[in-house]
């Protein structure tokens, strides 16, 4: 791939349920497809998830593996799409806070944008972190112990946020960024 970052042989999870803001998924998947990435969608849902364009009904994805049978260890990054329903069913979900806290003690990226860092309070891994989201977060992130910044992108450690959909560019990018350099081998 001239000038751009290869992603070619990571497995990329993307964890989401009913209610995911449809370019919030599919903007990033695209992407880390097209940079060579391998992608499979987990939810709690068995069949298909419904999509949303802001509050209006978008289209439906497919689900490649039920959240009950899927495994961290399989996968080298997640990306937590937002969407407000979708966002507030999986951070009640056990089994969703053990996949992304599975990920973070392995150290792996994790990509979350807009309401997505819900999941991350729940699973009480934002005490010293710093992150964005949607600006209707930040108090959650500060009362669970993390900074909140409102900028595009926000990058800390391991971890890589953004605000909302006008941001997908600029978070496609960084996200990439910090995939193909975990594939490297470079440090978190």
Known sequence: M??????????VAILATDGFEQVELTGPRDAFQAAG?????????????????HDEKGASVAVDIPLERA?????D???????????DALRMEPQAQA??????????PIAVICHAPWLLVSAGLVKGRTLTSYHTLQD?????GGT?????????????????????????????????????????
């Open 2 to 11: 001239t000038g751009e970052q290869s992603l070619a042989g990571l497995r």
């Open 140 to 144: 959650d992130i500060r009362n669970a």
């Open 37 to 53: 990435a391998t992608i499979m969608i987990l939810s709690p849902k068995p069949d298909k998830i419904q999509g949303f364009n």
């Open 99 to 108: 996949f992304v806290r599975a990920m973070q003690d392995a150290g792996k």
């Open 71 to 75: 495994d961290a260890g399989d996968y």
């Open 148 to 188: 909140w910044h409102d900028q595009a992108v926000v990058e800390d450690g391991n971890w890589v946020s953004s605000r909302q959909p006008s941001d997908i560019a600029q978070f496609n990018a960084a996200a990439i960024t910090l995939f193909a350099a975990h594939k490297a081998g470079a440090p978190a």
């Open 77 to 87: 990054a997640v990306l937590l799409p937002g969407g407000a329903l979708n966002a």
